[in-house]
């Protein structure tokens, strides 16, 4: 098990420290960025505004990367939609297995999405693995989505089976070493995602996940933390906050505190009202760090009308969500239990598959604030 990393204050500096996750490959870790080089990050970086984005031919990572499924026309056209948006990033899921199935052809296909991106002005935060929704990925030809549920076929990677036996995570680390490898000194890649809400209560998978699911994935999310940083990337480290935002480290989830204290730059999810998040970003404010907001949006409690909010606090910004597509994060989370009424508003999601608002004041305070903070740099 990983010794416990230590926390000074408010300035969690990770030592350098060696570690054998594996027979003949030691990992040396490098230190954690210094406050100065991630505030240098940000300056030459500018006000990141996205969403998180999966094309709406997918329902989730593995169709979105498989090669049977895989539809750059589609991601080309809707990362169009975006930056016609004002938006300069976006945060895309990966997943192991797709890498495990066809490695080559999966950084391929990454590279041609990293190139659409630039070509609309937008730069990409890979997130490399997820602990939320179902925990059995499999490869192959994905199910079809359950009509009017929120994200009925996401997968989680890596999987249970995985997730459960220590043993088996060194089998990950090729995985990363590949990825981040190949775009470590990519400048369309604009930061690392480690992993999605690592422990997530996932609700609706709760009769099914692993016991202990939180200690564990903590264990494992410190040792993907020593493999990416062992590649050492230009780019910033990092892995989002999201339960229990306003906790100190002391009172936080295993998993918060790993993030906490390994991450170059302090990022998070909020789907609070504006009252909830201006005490989050105060409160994270105090480690130092430049934050980004990797999670946000959910009408009518978290409204577009938040961008307002990250913009004047200079806090990056990813909405969930872009096109209404086979994802169905439209409707609720509440939709795993019972159906969105046919007058609830979307939940997530910005525009309709021919790429019409949703609601076009929404679209107005994009273009308006993105515009602002542009002539502000």
Known sequence: MPNPITLAANQALVTLRTRDPRPGSPVISRSRWSEERAAAWAESTGWLVGCNFTPSTASNQLEMWQRETF??????????????????????????????????GFLDRVDQVLGVAASHG?????????????????????????????NSTWVQSPGAEILRDPARWPALRPYVDSVIGRFGSDPRVVAWDLFNEPDSPNLAYFRREIGHKSPLVARLLDQVFDWAAAIDPDQPLTAGVYLRTNRHPERATQVSRVSLERSDIVTFHSYQSRAGLESTIRHLRSFGRPLVCTEWLARPRSPVALLDVFAANDVGAYCWGLVDGRSQTKYSWASWIRRDSATSPWFHELLHPDGVPFDTTEATTFRRVTARMRGSN
């Open 71 to 104: 539809d750059l026309t589609t991601i080309d056209r809707e990362l169009g939609w975006a930056a016609d948006l004002g938006m300069n990033s976006a945060r895309i899921f990966l997943h192991d297995l797709a890498w495990q199935r066809d490695g080559d």
């Open 122 to 150: 937008i730069s990409v935060m890979p997130v490399l693995f997820d602990g939320i929704w179902s925990p059995f990925p499999r490869i192959g030809p994905q199910p079809e989505p359950r009509p009017g549920v929120h």
